[in-house]
């Protein structure tokens, strides 16, 4: 069993990602935009593409074009490392903590083809 790994989108707030980096620093994780990543302004598509080849959790705020494009992608049969949606306006602590927990809770192969929202 392996630890879930998560590729960011441009869409979730930074203040999530660094508070999720302060209280795990040995989490594995990207974020669009940062160097060596995806930039800025990348096509969901490619962003979407990259978490699949790199079995990467995707996590994003884009609910009106990333969730249509994942939920498609699986009703044609293929495969994901899973998708979280990140609630807009939720409390940047609340966030950050329920993806921690889901770091430290389940394994990768809980996230195969599953879409879920945070926070709960």
Same mark, same amino acid.
């Given at each position: 069993?392996?630890?879930?790994?998560?590729?960011?989108?441009?869409?979730?707030?930074?203040?999530?990602?660094?508070?999720?980096?302060?209280?795990?620093?040995?989490? $594995? &994780?990207?974020?669009?935009?940062?160097?060596?990543?995806?930039?800025?302004?990348?096509?969901?598509?490619? =962003?979407?593409? #990259? @978490?699949?080849?790199?079995?990467?959790?995707?996590?994003?705020?884009?609910?009106?074009?990333?969730?249509?494009?994942?939920?498609? $992608? &699986?009703?044609?049969?293929?495969?994901?490392?899973?998708?979280?949606?990140?609630?807009?306006?939720?409390? =940047?602590?609340? #966030? @950050?903590?329920?993806?921690?927990?889901?770091?430290?809770?389940?394994?990768?192969?809980?996230?195969?083809?599953?879409?879920?929202?945070?926070?709960?």
């Amino acid at each position: 069993m392996s630890r879930v790994s998560f590729l960011f989108d441009e869409d979730v707030s930074h203040d999530v990602i660094v508070f999720l980096r302060g209280a795990e620093p040995a989490i $594995d &994780l990207v974020v669009v935009g940062e160097p060596g990543m995806l930039p800025k302004g990348t096509p969901d598509r490619v =962003v979407y593409e #990259t @978490a699949v080849a790199q079995k990467r959790t995707l996590v994003s705020g884009d609910r009106s074009t990333m969730e249509p494009l994942v939920a498609a $992608d &699986l009703s044609a049969g293929n495969h994901n490392s899973g998708a979280i949606f990140v609630r807009r306006n939720a409390p =940047v602590a609340r #966030t @950050a903590g329920d993806l921690h927990l889901i770091w430290v809770c389940e394994t990768a192969e809980d996230w195969v083809d599953r879409i879920d929202f945070v926070p709960y």
